[in-house]
């Protein structure tokens, strides 16, 4: 019985040494899955605007809902987005991505239409800045769409340049 207590408490010692050390690698992970999220909210928006012929926009969810009470920014969508079609129907909705901000870096801030090609409108182009909330981290993502309709995605970055 005194081993078994002597090797729960190395253990124990062991956990609580590599326990910070995963941070980081937590942070990366939230980060990457919430870049891949927009990504795929992205290409299926185009995918739904290319066979609607149109007029599909992703919103970001409004701050004050149920869904979440954080800041009213136009540009802070890290309350989650709606995909929805010309009638206003929701097609997609994502929810809040916990531990991330979700920053939509153009001026346009709250929302952005897709064309019949799935393009922006006027080969506009579209930057969203996903990084960890943890206070210092420099843990960033950048998701980009070009006037073409490219989507990509940079580590590490606040564009796609």
Do not use: Y
Request: proline share 3%; with cysteine.
């Amino acid at each position: 019985m005194l081993e078994l207590m002597v090797v729960v408490a190395i253990l124990a010692i062991l956990a609580a040494l590599a326990g910070p050390s995963m941070v980081p690698v937590i942070e990366r992970w939230r980060v990457r899955q919430a870049a891949e999220e927009m990504v795929a909210t992205i290409a299926f928006a185009r995918s739904e605007a290319v066979k609607r012929a149109g007029n599909v926009s992703v919103t970001r969810s409004t701050p004050g809902t149920a869904q979440c009470a954080l800041s009213n920014s136009a540009a802070d969508w890290r309350c989650g987005w709606t995909v929805t079609d010309a009638s206003g129907t929701a097609l997609r909705v994502t929810g809040p991505l916990g531990g991330v901000s979700v920053t939509n870096a153009n001026a346009s801030g709250g929302s952005f239409v897709l064309t019949r090609w799935g393009e922006l409108p006027a080969g506009g182009t579209l930057t969203f800045v996903v990084a960890s909330a943890r206070s210092g981290s420099s843990v960033r993502s950048a998701v980009c769409m070009g006037g073409g309709g490219l989507v990509r995605s940079k580590s590490g970055a606040s564009t796609c340049d």
